[in-house]
C-alpha cells in the first residue's frame, strides 16, 4: 500500500504459432479483459491493427492508484508500448503502480463508473410514464367489468330466477354462473402447478428484497454482493415458498403433501443447476475464468441442504396445519362438466399466449437497459426504476389476466387456473425472444461459449420472471373468480 513499483517485468513469451495464432485472433476481434483493484473495475484492451497485417500488441501496463487516507478511492489503467506481433520472438511483457493522494471522498468513488447520460435519459422517464399509463387503462378495464359487466350478469341471472313459466321450469342459463359446480375442481398436475405457484412467491419476494437492498445499501459498489444477497434472502425465505405450497396444495385436495414438498424444494433449483451446469461444462473446456470453482458449487450445495430444506419441511407443515383447511363458495360436483366449443382466441392456449403481451409492453425499456448493464459492462444502479417498474408489471400482469379468465369462463370454461398462470408466465417467452434479438443486433458474441453463456443466463433470467409473473396471475384470478361466486346467487 502505496509503495510505487517502477517498470518491472513480471512475464515473458515465445510467440510460437499457437501463440501467434492466440494473440492475432484477440487482437482481429477486439478482445479485451477485466480486472479489479478494492473492486474498482479496470479495462484494456489486447492490441490494435495498424495496418492490414501488422498487429500490435500493448506489453506495458501502468496502474495509477489514487487514495484518500488509508482506502482506495481511484484507479486508472493504461496500456503503452506497442510491440510487433511476430513469429520466433519474446514478448516482455512489464508493469508499474504509482500512487497518489486523491480527494474522491470513499463513498464517491464509484461515481465516475456511472452513466447518467444513459440510464437517466428521457426515453427512460418517458418509459416509466407509459407504463403508469397503462397501469391506469388496465385498472380502469378490470373495474369496468367488474361493476358494469358484473352487474348486468347479475341483473340478469336475477331475471331469469324470475322468469318462471307454468311448469316452474327456469328459463336455460348461459355464462360464468353454468360452471359453478367446477369452477373450483382442483387443477390436473396439482403436484406441479402448486410447486409453481409457491416458487413464484417466494421468488418474487427474494427480488423484491434484492431491489430494496440495492436501492438502500448500493450493491452496485461491492462486487458479487447482489449475487450473495440474491442467495441469503432464497435461503432465508424458504418457508414461505413451504407455507404457500403447502397450504394451497392442501385447500385444493391434494393428499401427498411430502411429493408436494419435494418437488417445492427441487423445482427452481434443478432449472438453475441445468442451465449453470451446462455452461460450467462448455467454460471448463475453454478454460474461462467464467468457469464456476468446485468449492463454490459446495457452498451452494450446503446452503440448500443444511438451510433451505430444513426451512422448506418447517414452512409446509405450517402451512398444511394453519391454512390448509378447504374454503370455497360453491360446492365441487361429482362429475365434471363438459366444455364446449369457443372460438379459437379464446382458448386457454390461445388467452395464455396473448396475457404477456402487454406486461412485457410496461417493462421492455427497462429490460434494455437490464441488458445493456449486464451484457456491455455498464453498472446498473438506478433500482428505484427498477422498483417502479416491478410493482407496475405486477399491477398490469394481475389486470390482464382478470381480463382474460372473464372471458374464459364467460365462455363456460372451468379450466382457469393453469390458464391464469399461464398467462403471466408467457412474458418469459417475450423476454427470450427479445434476447435473441439483442444478441443478432446489440453484441458482438460469437461462438460456442459466449452463445451458450448469453442465452443459458437470459432464459434463467426469463424463466425466473416468468414464474413471478405466472404467481401474480394466479393470485389475482383467485381473487377474482372467489369474489364473483361469492356475490351470486347459487342454487
Known amino acids: 500500500f502505496k509503495g510505487n513499483v517502477p517498470a518491472n517485468a513480471y512475464c515473458s513469451v515465445k510467440v510460437t504459432e499457437k501463440i501467434y495464432n492466440a494473440f492475432s485472433y484477440a487482437i482481429h476481434n477486439h478482445y479485451w479483459y477485466q480486472m479489479y483493484i478494492d473492486d474498482l473495475p479496470i479495462w484494456a484492451i489486447v492490441g ?9 500488441i500493448f506489453t506495458h501496463k501502468k496502474i495509477d492508484i489514487g487514495y484518500h487516507g488509508d482506502q482506495i478511492v481511484e484507479v486508472n489503467f493504461t496500456t503503452e508500448s506497442k510491440t510487433p506481433l511476430t513469429l520466433d520472438t519474446d514478448l516482455h511483457f512489464t508493469y508499474e503502480v504509482n500512487w497518489k493522494i486523491s480527494s474522491i471522498d470513499f463513498h464517491n468513488r464509484f461515481n465516475k463508473y456511472l452513466d447518467p447520460s444513459f440510464f437517466q435519459h428521457r426515453i427512460h422517464w418517458f418509459s416509466i410514464f407509459n407504463s403508469f399509463m397503462m397501469v391506469i387503462f388496465l385498472v380502469g378495464l378490470v373495474t369496468m367489468i367488474m361493476l358494469r359487466t358484473l352487474r348486468r350478469d347479475y341483473a340478469r341471472y336475477s331475471n331469469i330466477e324470475e322468469q ?8 336455460e342459463d348461459y355464462g360464468w354462473k353454468q360452471i359453478h359446480g367446477d369452477v373450483f375442481r382442483a387443477p390436473p398436475l396439482l403436484t406441479l402447478f402448486t410447486s409453481f405457484i409457491a416458487t413464484g412467491r417466494h421468488l418474487g419476494i427474494v427480488s423484491f428484497g434484492c431491489i430494496i437492498f440495492s436501492l438502500v445499501g448500493d450493491l452496485y459498489t461491492q462486487r458479487g454482493s447482489l449475487l450473495s444477497t440474491g442467495i441469503f434472502l432464497y435461503a432465508i425465505t424458504s418457508p414461505v415458498n413451504g407455507y404457500f405450497g403447502g397450504a394451497l396444495y392442501s385447500q385444493m385436495g391434494g393428499r401427498n403433501w411430502i411429493r408436494q414438498m419435494i418437488c417445492g424444494i427441487s423445482l427452481f433449483p434443478l432449472i438453475i443447476v441445468s442451465v449453470v ?4 461444462i462448455v467454460a471448463m473446456f475453454y478454460h474461462a475464468s467464467r468457469a464456476i470453482p468446485i468449492a463454490s458449487m459446495l ?3 450446503g446452503i440448500a441442504v443444511f438451510v433451505v430444506v430444513p426451512l422448506h419441511l418447517v414452512g409446509t407443515i405450517f402451512g398444511r ?4 383447511q378447504k374454503d370455497v363458495p360453491c360446492r365441487v360436483n361429482t362429475v365434471p362438466r363438459p366444455i364446449p366449443d369457443k372460438r379459437w382466441f379464446i382458448e386457454p392456449f390461445s388467452l395464455s399466449l396473448l396475457g404477456g403481451i402487454l406486461p412485457f409492453g410496461s417493462i ?4 434494455y437497459f437490464i441488458f445493456t448493464s449486464f451484457w456491455q459492462y455498464k453498472i446498473y444502479y438506478v433500482y428505484g426504476f427498477m422498483l417502479l417498474v416491478f410493482l407496475i408489471m405486477i399491477i398490469v400482469t394481475m389486470c390482464v389476466t382478470i381480463v382474460c379468465i372473464y372471458f374464459l369462463i364467460n365462455s363456460e370454461d372451468y379450466r382457469w387456473h393453469w390458464t391464469s398462470f399461464g398467462s403471466g408466465v408467457s412474458i418469459s417467452l417475450y423476454i427470450f425472444l427479445y434476447s435473441v434479438y439483442y444478441f443478432f443486433f446489440k453484441t458482438k458474441m460469437y461462438g460456442l461459449f459466449q452463445t451458450i453463456f448469453y442465452f443459458g443466463y437470459s432464459a434463467l433470467g426469463a424463466i425466473a420472471m416468468g414464474i413471478i409473473c405466472g404467481h401474480c396471475g394466479f393470485l389475482g384470478a383467485r381473487y377474482f373468480i372467489r369474489k364473483i361466486y361469492t356475490t351470486v346467487k347459487i342454487d
Open 321 to 324: 396445519n394453519i391454512s390448509g
Open 277 to 280: 451446469f451446462t455452461i460450467n
Open 364 to 367: 421492455f425499456i427497462e429490460i
Open 48 to 56: 490494435e491493427i495498424e495496418d492490414k497485417d501488422n498487429l500490435k
Open 164 to 171: 318462471v313459466d307454468i311448469d316452474n321450469d327456469i328459463t
Open 299 to 301: 457452498a451452494v450445495l
